[in-house]
């Protein structure tokens, strides 16, 4: 695993960390949340899209890339594209670092 690995998975996990806690709010379930990650969850191993296969980093247990890909995408695309770019910027900085 490389240095770039961890902090790509830093950064998924505290997303995926702060989207799960979504699902508790005021001591009680949101219903909202609860739709938008089932539509999520769906949608994604409907159309089998691992977030993880993407970006470059498999994951070796089957099934939790996308089941965390559809956790992500439950919050929508304005998240998913600042993610993403927050991704591809920490890739900018390692191979920027690696041409000195």
Do not use: C
């Not at 790509?8 to 505290?14: F, K, N, W």
């Not at 949608?43 to 994951?59: E, K, Q, T, W």
């Not at 992500?72 to 670092?97: C, M, P, Q, W, Y």
Request: hydrophobic residues 55%; proline residues 2%.
């Amino acid at each position: 695993m490389t240095v770039l690995s961890l902090i790509v998975l830093a950064l998924i996990g505290e997303a995926v960390w702060e989207t799960s806690k979504m699902v508790w709010q005021n001591g009680k379930i949101s219903v909202d949340k609860v739709g938008a990650i089932i539509v999520a969850e769906v949608l994604v191993f409907g159309a089998g899209m691992d977030m993880f296969v993407l970006i470059g980093l498999p994951l070796h247990i089957p099934y939790v890339g996308l089941a965390l890909t559809g956790l992500l995408i439950s919050r929508g695309a304005n998240f998913v594209h600042d993610l993403l770019a927050k991704i591809a910027n920490t890739k900018e900085i390692k191979d920027v670092t690696e041409q000195k």
